[in-house]
């Protein structure tokens, strides 16, 4: 890892935010701004070339780039060329970068991704979200299935890595239909999943249209969780039968190449910027002064599009909120993705950050979660099993938790 005096640890991973969409899916809570016209488009381009110079300082090659939103692909190809010639002017990309591109399939066609291609991008991540069309009117999306699949197959022909988003537990999605979807996201060839249980966030059309619960409530719960750990399980089955490995909890790989290296990075914890509207960022420790200031800290840009654009038009930086993380914040946050991920938890790192009393701690709490068959415990490593994957949020609280 790279230090420099004035910034601390130097992220080698990048994200933009592209806060737009055509129209809002009824299920996301994500900011996303619908519609956008051209001229905001275009004046969104010039204000994120201005961003870039601001926040980027002097520093070694970027090792992934990830464009994500809100819909990247609705930029459309030369304004993607565009963006990314404006990061690559204040930034060097190393030369085995990741540039990854999401995609919603009704946003972009078989030379609009070929000209990606051409200007850099080398893997998309395409929101299917369902092969059924029923399932994919009522989650609000605006493409078919058939509009996926050809998607897909565009992509793969311009020799892109391809992955897909696919939603799983809707209302009367029978067991045989989600079989189906990942059946068919095998067949069609792509390397990577991520399959994603639906939720029903605040503020969304489907969370005021929810069902109410029939059961008491803590009944409810208890289905609810036992369903949800039922489909987690049968997942990673039928996806072990087709070829792939479950790296993370919701993510799939058919080879160790296939997987998203930009999100390996930030589950493992490392630095990275993000810029645009509403991008967060992680920080790594830095070299200030007091003990506040050294510490590795979250920062985030306001999700609101207006006060981006003005506060860089004027020249300046945009609105953010920032939280400096105690070493208890950051040792949950390490066991949390930890857990999540087949790689597990690295304790070397979480001594160099948390201490080594911490990290004492984490290792004697951990050998009850041993006992259970939840999570091995190696030298330098916790890694969860299957089982232990399935109730990861669970385990992270009684791993992270002060008293034994
Ligand atoms: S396309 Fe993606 S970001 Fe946009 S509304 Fe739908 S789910 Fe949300």
Not at 83 to 88: E, F, I, K, V, W
Not at 109 to 117: P, V
Not at 185 to 193: K, R
Not at 328 to 354: N, S, T
């Amino acid at each position: 890892m790279t230090r420099c005096p004035t910034h601390g640890t130097l992220p080698s991973h990048l994200y933009v935010h592209v806060p737009f969409c055509v129209r809002k899916c009824r299920y996301c809570a994500f900011y996303s701004v619908e519609h956008p016209g051209d001229a905001l488009l275009e004046r969104y381009l010039s204000c994120l070339a201005t961003e870039l110079r601001l926040v980027m300082g002097p520093q070694p090659p970027v090792h992934t780039l990830y464009l994500g939103g809100g819909t990247p692909s609705i930029l459309g190809p030369d304004r993607i060329a565009r963006l990314l010639h404006s990061a690559r002017s204040v930034v060097s990309l190393a030369p085995d970068c990741e540039v990854t591109l999401e995609v919603n399939p009704e946003t972009i066609d078989r030379a609009g991704l070929a000209a990606c291609r051409d200007a850099g991008v080398n893997r998309v991540s395409i929101g299917v979200q369902s092969f059924h069309d029923a399932q994919l009117q009522w989650l609000g999306r605006i493409h078919d299935a058939e509009r996926a699949i050809e998607t897909v197959e565009d992509a793969l022909a311009a020799g892109m890595r391809v992955s897909i988003d696919l939603i799983y537990g809707l209302p009367g999605q029978s067991g045989d239909e989600w079989a189906q979807d990942l059946e068919r996201a095998a067949a069609l060839g792509v390397g990577h999943i991520s399959a994603y249980e639906l939720s029903y966030e605040p503020g969304t059309p489907l969370h005021a249209e929810r069902p109410l619960p029939g059961l008491p409530q803590q009944a409810e719960r208890a289905k609810h969780e036992s369903e949800r750990e039922e489909l987690f399980f049968v997942t990673h089955k039928r996806l072990g039968e087709l070829g792939f490995v479950g790296y993370e909890v919701s993510s799939f790989a058919r080879n160790v190449e296939q997987r998203s290296r930009h999100n390996l990075a930030t589950w493992a914890h490392e630095p990275y910027i993000g810029v645009g509207p509403g991008a967060h960022s992680y920080l790594g420790s830095g070299p200030g002064k007091d003990a506040a200031s050294r510490r590795p800290q979250r920062r985030w840009n306001l999700p609101d599009v207006e006060s981006w654009l003005s506060a860089l038009d004027a020249g300046g930086i945009p609105p953010f909120g920032h939280e400096p993380l105690t070493p208890g914040q950051v040792l949950l946050e390490r066991v949390m993705l930890g857990l999540r991920c087949l790689e597990g938890i690295d304790l070397e790192a979480c001594e160099r950050e948390c201490g080594a009393a911490a990290t004492r701690g984490l290792r004697r709490r951990a050998s009850r979660l041993a006992d259970r068959g939840q999570i091995l415990l190696e030298d330098s490593r916790i890694v969860p099993t299957l089982e232990g994957m399935a109730l990861a949020d669970r385990l992270a609280l009684e791993l992270s938790a002060d008293e034994d």
